[in-house]
């Protein structure tokens, strides 16, 4: 699967995109950050304040309880908000 960071996001975690093997027993946006936030201080740092995070799967906005699969692409934002 992909991961896609962006804004303050990829700074924390020093990247823009990651591939990643989905974990044994995972298959929600849920239950996979906490195997993103191991990888290091940062990945932690960026998703500690889920409130503040949006996601998208396969380009289309949803939530924690979002199913997923190897082959999709995880994007992680912050909100967006227009004028």
């Given at each position: 699967?992909?991961?896609l960071?962006?804004?303050?996001?990829?700074?924390?975690?020093?990247?823009?995109?990651?591939?990643?093997?989905?974990?044994?027993?995972?298959?929600?946006?849920?239950?996979?950050?906490?195997?993103?936030t191991?990888?290091?201080?940062?990945?932690?740092?960026?998703?500690?304040?889920?409130?503040?995070?949006?996601?998208?799967?396969?380009r289309?906005?949803?939530?924690?309880?979002?199913?997923?699969?190897?082959?999709?692409?995880?994007?992680?934002?912050?909100?967006?908000?227009?004028?």
């Amino acid at each position: 699967m992909k991961i896609l960071y962006f804004a303050w996001l990829k700074e924390h975690t020093g990247q823009a995109s990651e591939d990643m093997q989905l974990p044994d027993g995972v298959d929600t946006v849920g239950g996979l950050i906490p195997h993103i936030t191991k990888q290091s201080a940062g990945h932690k740092t960026a998703l500690k304040n889920l409130d503040a995070v949006r996601v998208a799967v396969n380009r289309v906005y949803g939530d924690l309880a979002t199913p997923i699969t190897n082959n999709d692409e995880v994007a992680f934002f912050p909100p967006v908000t227009g004028g």
